[in-house]
């Protein structure tokens, strides 16, 4: 491993840890509990406060690639975005126990034009924060709020190391676009002296772009980028093969099968650990079990007429994971998941 990305690693890990508090170790102790009892006993007892949340800014993007709701505007709830009030309500209610706030589910972070407002109103309550963005939208303006809004980690999609490939994914994207806003970051982090955010080169690894795993990890070193993460792409049909399944079998989720089909590699077992530590908050307020469920079919409560807590422990909820731990296949979604989704260069 290159020195520098191990240098930023150990760096990330130390501003990680050191947004702990007694009050959140003490709820993350508690949700570990509840999820473990309810593994072995089959019933779900109270569980903790969530010590992940994932706000979805907008469901707007620039781009559209394949085997993306956004991307191939496929979405049969509203887009719109992210509201302030909602926001600041609800991160009000979580921050003693919330450990880590990711701004993204679906679309493009930076086209919501609050955006680093928002980043900076969970720094200011010492919560880890991340994005995930094509980064079009890094303008050398942008690139500085972005390192002053203390934004701890920004993952940037580079899906290939020349337009041709690239391209074939990110479907109206530029690359050097792409360079560009990843330089601006680099630059203003330098300038004002700050180790955040953590700037991560995720790659998602299709067979069109896997011949450039090495050229993307050179590139990143060239460049000063922090940490590179190798994605395997979740493909919505994948039963009778895909052109962007990867021929390298450690980045393809998907296993050939003797009849010619493809199937999940991992199991489906009847337990789910993001059902207690996690959800995701979409644009308009709706609350959703997990990043699967990116139209958001299980909705399981609202944010506009719910406080978080009420929500969380409710019937509805509980019910819903309860399911999981009977059976997880009865669920749509969960069909179709494979959890442990990146592969670390």
């Known amino acids: 491993m290159n020195r520098n990305l191990s240098v930023g690693r150990i760096y990330d890990g130390l501003n990680f840890f050191g947004k702990l508090t007694p009050k959140r170790v003490a709820n993350a102790l508690k949700v570990l509990y509840s999820y473990y009892?309810?593994?072995?006993?089959?019933?779900?007892?109270?569980?903790?406060?969530?010590?992940?949340?994932?706000?979805?800014?907008?469901?707007?993007?620039?781009?559209?690639?394949?085997?993306?709701?956004?991307?191939?505007?496929?979405?049969?709830?509203?887009?719109?975005?992210?509201?302030?009030?909602?926001?600041?309500?609800?991160?009000?209610?979580?921050?003693?126990?919330?450990?880590?706030?990711?701004?993204?589910?679906?679309?493009?972070?930076?086209?919501?034009?609050?955006?680093?407002?928002?980043?900076?109103?969970?720094?200011?309550?010492?919560?880890?924060?991340?994005?995930?963005?094509?980064?079009?939208?890094?303008?050398?303006a942008n690139a500085r709020k972005t390192v002053e809004s203390g934004l701890d980690r920004l993952i940037i999609s580079i899906d290939g190391t020349t337009q041709e490939v690239y391209q074939q994914y990110r479907v109206g994207g530029k690359l050097e676009k792409v360079l560009e806003g990843t330089r601006n970051i680099i630059r203003w982090k330098k300038e004002l002296r700050s180790r955040t955010p953590h700037v991560v080169f995720q790659f998602l690894v299709v067979k069109p772009n896997e011949h450039q795993i090495n050229e993307v990890k050179a590139l990143?070193?060239?460049?000063?980028?922090?940490?590179?993460?190798?994605?395997?792409?979740?493909?919505?049909?994948?039963?009778?093969?895909?052109?962007?399944?990867?021929?390298?079998?450690?980045?393809?989720?998907?296993?050939?099968?003797?009849?010619?089909?493809?199937?999940?590699?991992?199991?489906?077992?009847?337990?789910?650990?993001?059902?207690?530590?996690?959800?995701?908050?979409?644009?308009?307020?709706?609350?959703?079990?997990?990043?699967?469920?990116?139209?958001?079919?299980?909705?399981?409560?609202?944010?506009?007429?719910?406080?978080?807590?009420?929500?969380?422990?409710?019937?509805?909820?509980?019910?819903?994971r309860q399911t999981l731990l009977r059976s997880r296949s009865e669920i749509e979604m969960c069909r179709n998941c494979t959890e442990g989704v990146k592969v670390w260069a």
């Open 37 to 140: 009892a309810a593994r072995q006993t089959g019933k779900v007892a109270r569980p903790g406060l969530p010590m992940s949340v994932s706000f979805e800014p907008t469901t707007s993007c620039n781009l559209r690639c394949p085997e993306c709701p956004s991307g191939l505007r496929s979405f049969t709830r509203p887009t719109g975005m992210l509201g302030e009030e909602l926001y600041k309500r609800t991160i009000d209610e979580l921050h003693e126990t919330l450990l880590y706030l990711i701004f993204y589910f679906q679309g493009e972070p930076y086209l919501h034009p609050q955006f680093l407002d928002l980043v900076r109103y969970a720094t200011e309550r010492k919560i880890y924060t991340a994005t995930s963005t094509n980064a079009h939208y890094l303008t050398d």
């Open 220 to 320: 990143a070193h060239e460049l000063g980028v922090d940490e590179v993460a190798l994605k395997t792409a979740q493909i919505y049909d994948y039963e009778h093969g895909s052109e962007l399944i990867p021929t390298i079998d450690r980045y393809s989720r998907y296993a050939p099968q003797p009849d010619g089909t493809y199937a999940i590699k991992s199991g489906l077992g009847n337990h789910c650990w993001k059902m207690w530590h996690s959800c995701v908050i979409t644009w308009d307020g709706g609350v959703v079990p997990c990043c699967f469920d990116k139209d958001a079919h299980h909705r399981l409560g609202d944010l506009q007429t719910q406080s978080f807590g009420e929500l969380w422990h409710s019937s509805a909820y509980n019910d819903f």
